[in-house]
């Protein structure tokens, strides 16, 4: 038996710049449709959620106004993957653990973007995962997996291949800033998710969603090597 999935896409591999990318969305759904082990979907905000969050900011709304412009933006990008797999997916784009308990047994894919103030798509898809006992959680993003600085910033950047869940901690520890939880700001992963991890002991793979052959080659079972696997119950 196959395993059972959830994916999040990351924001910032639906866009080009501030460009819808139609033909890798494309790609990405054509590439799911036919697969009966994905259970849910979740989309990030990616650059318009951080432009619109910006604009409120301006304007001086506080954090949790801000993490609900990104969760409306966040349902929007999730309306571009429901339609892109058409009768493969539950038609609308769900809005709380409720709604998702309800229409699970539909045997649909669901999707959906962010819940509640406060957390990531990351900590969605976390416990999304955890609700509808998957057995592994994809987190597909701009960057190959968890490295130990940020290598968009520093070309030395090493890549961990495997992380207990106390070298995740101590890693989300040491870069924790003073605005590491604002709207629009949460890293690959925060400490939201970090607890959901802890206590779900759920199977996650962190790795490069930009061309998706890294995504085909773990659903077709070859993942070696690829991203990086959070050894959940491990310390
Ligand atoms: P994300 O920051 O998780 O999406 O959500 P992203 O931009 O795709 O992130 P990457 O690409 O994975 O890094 C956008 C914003 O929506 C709000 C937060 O402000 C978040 O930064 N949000 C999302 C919530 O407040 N609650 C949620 O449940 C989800």
Redo the contacts with the bound molecule.
Sequence with gaps: MSLKRVI???????FEGDKINSTKIKKFCELIRPRDDILAIV?????I??KY?QTLREFGVN?SK??????Y??RL?ARLIIEGLGNASFPMALKTIEDLAKNMLFKKILVL????????????ALEVSEFLNADELL?M??VEGIFNKDPKKFPDATKFDELTEIQLQNLILESSSNNQA???????FDAVSLQILKRSNLNVRIFSGKDLTQLKKILDGNPSGIGTVIKSGQN
């Design positions: 999040k896409i990351g924001g910032s591999l639906l989309c990030g905000g990616g650059i959620a951080r969050i954090e801000c993490d609900m412009m990104g969760i933006i966040s990008n973007g962010g819940l509640q103030p406060g957390q990531s798509t990351t900590s969605v987190i993003t701009d604002a709207a629009g700001e949460y890293r690959i």
